[in-house]
């Protein structure tokens, strides 16, 4: 499966490689997280109690409010931070969260992306080039 490629709709920020960390539920900033150490925090999260830090988040939907704003902007100036989140929907909110921070983002593929990449494989996600892509190493 090394060398995959799968393509997404848009994206922004920056090239990164790191190993992914998947699940198939949502990512809230707000309410999944524990945002000083690093973990995925409530409890009924299919990632309660793993570290999301310098790792690529494979999850299923952006959920939340306003406050994903700037606490992607707060996470990322502590340097507790995701490398990057690759999302199967993406709502405006986490767009702006993510462009505030100045955070790699990609987004809308054609399949099931959770279902595509494995759970910790290396992954390069670039949403630099005309069609943003993350691939498997």
Same mark, same amino acid.
């Given at each position: 499966?090394?060398?995959?490629?799968?393509? *997404?709709?848009? #994206?922004? #920020?920056?090239?990164?490689?790191?190993?992914?960390? $998947?699940?198939? &539920?949502? !990512?809230?900033?707000?309410?999944?997280?524990?945002?000083?150490?690093?973990?995925?925090?409530?409890?009924?999260?299919?990632?309660? #109690?793993?570290?999301?830090?310098?790792? $690529?988040?494979?999850?299923? *939907?952006?959920? #939340?409010?306003? %406050? +994903?704003?700037?606490?992607?902007?707060?996470?990322? %100036?502590?340097?507790? $931070?995701?490398? *990057?989140?690759?999302?199967?929907?993406?709502? =405006?909110?986490?767009?702006?969260?993510?462009?505030?921070? &100045?955070? +790699?983002?990609?987004?809308? !593929?054609?399949? &099931?992306? +959770?279902? %595509?990449? =494995?759970?910790?494989?290396?992954?390069? $996600? &670039?949403? +630099?080039?005309?069609?943003? !892509?993350?691939?498997?190493?």
């Amino acid at each position: 499966m090394s060398g995959k490629i799968f393509y *997404a709709a848009a #994206g922004m #920020g920056a090239e990164v490689r790191a190993p992914a960390l $998947v699940a198939k &539920d949502g !990512f809230s900033a707000r309410y999944d997280l524990d945002r000083i150490k690093g973990v995925f925090s409530r409890p009924e999260h299919k990632l309660a #109690g793993e570290s999301y830090v310098g790792r $690529v988040l494979v999850l299923d *939907a952006a959920k #939340g409010g306003v %406050a +994903t704003a700037w606490m992607l902007h707060e996470m990322k %100036a502590r340097g507790i $931070v995701p490398a *990057a989140l690759v999302l199967n929907a993406i709502n =405006p909110i986490m767009v702006q969260g993510a462009a505030l921070a &100045d955070f +790699t983002m990609i987004s809308g !593929f054609d399949q &099931d992306i +959770t279902q %595509a990449i =494995p759970n910790g494989a290396l992954v390069e $996600v &670039d949403p +630099t080039g005309e069609r943003p !892509f993350i691939r498997i190493v």
